[in-house]
């Protein structure tokens, strides 16, 4: 496992919810190692921004416009990292919304759909698709965002915290039904980050981070990451220094988890 079960420089990855955030960040280190990416995401033009600045030139990345709830779409993003004549050697779910507010009294059932859909539906059907290309490969990785919310959890947010521990069951049983292919499958279960999802929450609630309870001091317990430091940990989890990491969980969440 340890010689197939990750991306060289010149292979490919690919990456849903990457025009921001996490995902952002995340295209970014790997283009930074000369991998190329096909980078999907639901809003188009913040996509091709984002891409511009990562890589201007366009030689190691490619957009793909594409709704991931959408079993359609998920097979169109892996159609097109087919026709990119690189072997794809990974695979980064991203994607995901936030549940703010939500109960299971307060929640309807389109908003448990729809949120249940992005954060997990979209892991099996993005896998279904990008595992026979990894496959042909000769293995690889894939790694799915999901969040301390699957170990400890917090009120009003029912759909998301059941789909984040979805996600973490899925990774489990991924791996081992992939392990004979070398495909490492790992969970990766981050604290709050300062992405676009958490200030928009802020937003609507009329607070600061720090109000909310966020800590943003570097040495607190608990503080808010830059999405670059999940980036950072994701491309590890990608790389030769893990391939002995599967069926496990990965969980950059700046300690708050040892409160629990």
């Known amino acids: 496992m340890r010689t197939h079960s990750f991306p060289n420089p010149g292979d490919g990855v690919i990456v849903t919810g990457a025009a921001r955030?996490?995902?952002?960040?995340?295209?970014?280190?790997?283009?930074?190692?000369?991998?190329?990416?096909?980078?999907?995401?639901?809003?188009?033009?913040?996509?091709?921004?984002?891409?511009?600045?990562?890589?201007?030139?366009?030689?190691?990345t490619v957009a793909v416009h594409a709704d991931v709830t959408s079993e359609s779409e998920c097979k169109k993003i892996a159609d097109v990292a087919a026709s990119k004549g690189v072997r794809i050697k990974g695979l980064v779910n991203n994607a995901a919304v936030g549940a703010f507010n939500m109960s299971v009294e307060?929640?309807?059932y389109d908003?448990?759909?729809?949120?249940?859909?992005?954060?997990?539906?979209?892991?099996y059907l993005m896998s279904k698709y990008?595992?026979?290309?990894?496959?042909q490969a000769g293995?690889?990785?894939?790694?799915?965002?999901?969040?301390?919310?699957?170990?400890?959890?917090?009120?009003?947010?029912?759909?998301?915290?059941?789909?984040?521990?979805?996600?973490?069951a899925l990774t489990r049983t991924m791996a081992l039904d992939?392990?004979?292919?070398n495909i490492r499958v790992i969970s990766i279960?981050?604290?709050?980050?300062?992405?676009?999802?958490?200030?928009?929450?802020?937003?609507?609630?009329?607070?600061?981070?720090?109000e909310l309870g966020f800590p943003t001091s570097d040495n607190a317990i608990g503080r808010i990451a830059e999405p670059e430091e999940v980036a950072d940990v994701i491309s590890?989890?990608?790389?030769?220094?893990?391939?002995?990491?599967?069926?496990?969980?990965?969980?950059?969440?700046?300690?708050?988890l040892a409160k629990f």
């Open 21 to 60: 955030g996490i995902g952002a960040a995340t295209v970014a280190n790997l283009v930074r190692a000369g991998i190329h990416v096909i980078a999907a995401d639901s809003n188009s033009e913040m996509l091709g921004e984002t891409l511009k600045q990562i890589d201007p030139s366009g030689a190691l």
């Open 106 to 108: 307060k929640t309807s």
């Open 111 to 123: 908003q448990w759909q729809r949120i249940i859909s992005i954060n997990l539906t979209s892991i």
């Open 130 to 135: 990008a595992l026979p290309l990894i496959r």
């Open 139 to 168: 293995g690889g990785a894939v790694i799915n965002i999901s969040s301390i919310h699957a170990f400890a959890t917090s009120t009003g947010v029912a759909p998301y915290a059941a789909a984040k521990g979805g996600v973490l």
């Open 178 to 181: 992939l392990a004979p292919d």
């Open 189 to 210: 279960h981050p604290g709050a980050t300062n992405t676009p999802m958490l200030q928009e929450h802020a937003q609507r609630e009329g607070k600061s981070l720090a």
């Open 236 to 256: 590890f989890a990608l790389s030769k220094g893990a391939s002995f990491i599967t069926g496990s969980s990965i969980t950059p969440d700046g300690g708050i």
